[in-house]
Nanobody, 118 residues
Framework: VQLQASGGGLVQAGGYLRLSCAASGRTFSGYVMGWFRQAPGKEREFVASITWSGGRTAYADSVKGRFSISRDNARSMVYLQMSSLKPEDTAVYYC????????????WGQGTQVTVSS
């Protein structure tokens, strides 16, 4: 089971980035997938989720209207399109299957650093 996020980087406030997540095996098939982030000194927080069919998405209030989650089941990929980035979006971003128990996950895979300068 592997989860690998990529696409992060340094961007100015107001800019955009597209994150990608490659998931393998049972981690992806049939699961609701989510994006999460953790800023320095803060707890990990939920960012967005998407159902298997892609027909239903959910977003944290802090990113609504700016971020968009999508998935490509044939390629076992999940994406997070981020626009109008703010300095407070600076964090390490992770993807994982979404469940109500996500705060207790033991495995998070490789995250990707997003840094937004003011």
């Amino acid at each position: 089971v592997q989860l690998q996020a990529s696409g992060g980087g340094l961007v100015q406030a107001g800019g955009y980035l597209r994150l990608s997540c490659a998931a393998s095996g049972r981690t992806f098939s049939g699961y609701v997938m989510g994006w999460f982030r953790q800023a320095p000194g803060k707890e990990r927080e939920f960012v967005a989720s998407i159902t298997w069919s892609g027909g239903r998405t959910a977003y944290a209030d802090s990113v609504k209207g700016r971020f968009s989650i999508s998935r490509d089941n044939a390629r076992s990929m999940v994406y997070l399109q981020m626009s109008s980035l703010k300095p407070e979006d600076t964090a390490v971003y992770y993807c994982a299957p979404y469940s109500s128990n996500w705060r207790h996950y033991d495995y998070w895979g490789q995250g990707t650093q997003v840094t937004v300068s003011s």
